[in-house]
């Protein structure tokens, strides 16, 4: 693996979650450096089978040669097509760790980061059209607004949009220092670094479909797992640890449990975190992207 790829999150801590069988079939949706992926393949025995999905071409230099692993070039909320494709209609345990890796973070010309003044791009899949430069000079003023708002939870979010707006009738916005510049009235003095992250967040959000292509996952998930499988999932803010959360608990994104006409509940899984895991202290010393993860497990329930 390339150096300084990416270092795994509460790696011991998925490994325990996923309680693995050591024949089993296990699913790395979120391979990026592979950290986890070889963890995983520690623990198999020559019958036990790993597939890896990850859409950025760049995580294909960690590929691991290994039989019993198997790479999926695909967005994870393609799982159970591409699952099936590969002769697996059920499988033993899901890990997903969300969001970038520190690779795509650290890559000036991906656009991820807010240290660098580059093309404002965020895609983790480049073969898709949209990015972040698409969204600030083509979306209309109240589609840039709700996107500022909910998903980087911006307090000055109408006027954001609006500078945006007004902005790109000079010239578009291709860079992050032209961005800066047409917003520079609005970022709070001294919070700087962490106004601009909330609006990065919510640029890579809308620019990867985040929020629902991590629904259409969790719910294929708890199709795909055997009774008993566990599903392993780190997220790393309160947008993305709340569908997860709710679907563990519930078996749905929002609303109350459902139960049927006997009192049986509706959900497809049993989570076993009652709280979200954390990183260690040493953890947190070691590696401040653990800083925000949020592990969360769940089980298959058996309705037969
Ligand atoms: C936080 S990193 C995973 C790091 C990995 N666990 C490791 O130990 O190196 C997330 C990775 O998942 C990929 N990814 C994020 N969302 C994805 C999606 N919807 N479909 C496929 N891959 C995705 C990203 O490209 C990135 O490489």
Same mark, same amino acid.
């Given at each position: ?13 998925? +490994? ?14 979120? *391979?990026?450096? @592979? ?17 890896? *999905? ?8 960690? +590929? ?47 656009? *991820? ?6 093309? #404002? ?7 898709? =059209? %949209?990015?972040?430069?698409?969204? %600030? ?31 790109? !009738? ?10 800066? @510049?047409?917003?520079?009235? !609005? ?15 919510? %640029? ?10 991590? =629904? ?8 795909? %797992?055997?009774? @008993? ?31 049927? *006409?006997? @009192?049986?509940?509706?959900?497809? #899984?049993?989570? +076993?975190?009652?709280?979200? +895991? ?27």
């Amino acid at each position: 693996m390339e150096n300084n790829y990416h270092t795994p999150v509460l790696l011991s801590e998925c +490994i325990e979650g996923l309680a693995i069988k050591p024949n089993g079939v296990y699913v790395d949706v979120t *391979f990026g450096g @592979g950290g986890h992926s070889r963890e995983i393949l520690k623990h198999l025995n020559s019958d036990g089978v790993l597939v890896a *999905f990850d859409q950025d071409p760049d995580a294909q230099r960690n +590929i691991v040669p290994d039989e019993r692993f198997k790479f999926v070039d695909q967005n994870f909320s393609h799982l159970k097509n591409n699952l099936r494709l590969l002769g697996y209609r059920q499988v033993d345990g899901i890990l997903a760790d969300l969001g970038v890796s520190s690779h795509q973070f650290n890559e000036a010309g991906r656009g *991820f980061s807010t240290r660098y003044d580059a093309d #404002l791009d965020m895609r983790m899949d480049q073969q898709r =059209e %949209l990015t972040a430069a698409v969204v %600030l000079n083509t979306y209309d003023e109240a589609k840039l607004h709700k996107i500022f708002g909910l998903y980087g939870e911006v307090k000055n979010a109408k006027s954001l949009a609006k500078a945006v707006v007004t902005a790109r !009738l000079r010239e578009p916005i291709k860079t992050l220092s032209a961005f800066k @510049g047409a917003i520079s009235t !609005l970022i709070p003095k001294g919070k700087e670094n962490k106004y601009m992250a909330q609006v990065f967040q919510a %640029l890579r959000i809308e620019v990867n479909s985040e929020i629902e292509v991590l =629904e259409k996952f969790l719910l294929q998930a708890a199709e795909v %797992l055997k009774p @008993g499988g566990r599903l392993v999932v780190i997220s790393y803010h309160s947008l993305e640890d709340r569908p997860v959360k709710n679907f563990m608990m519930k078996g749905k994104f929002s609303g109350e449990l459902e139960k049927d *006409f006997y @009192g049986n509940s509706q959900k497809p #899984l049993e989570m +076993i975190t009652r709280k979200a +895991i954390l990183a260690s202290e040493e953890e947190l010393l070691r590696n401040t992207r653990s800083r925000s993860a949020k592990l969360r497990i769940a089980e298959k329930l058996d309705k037969s």
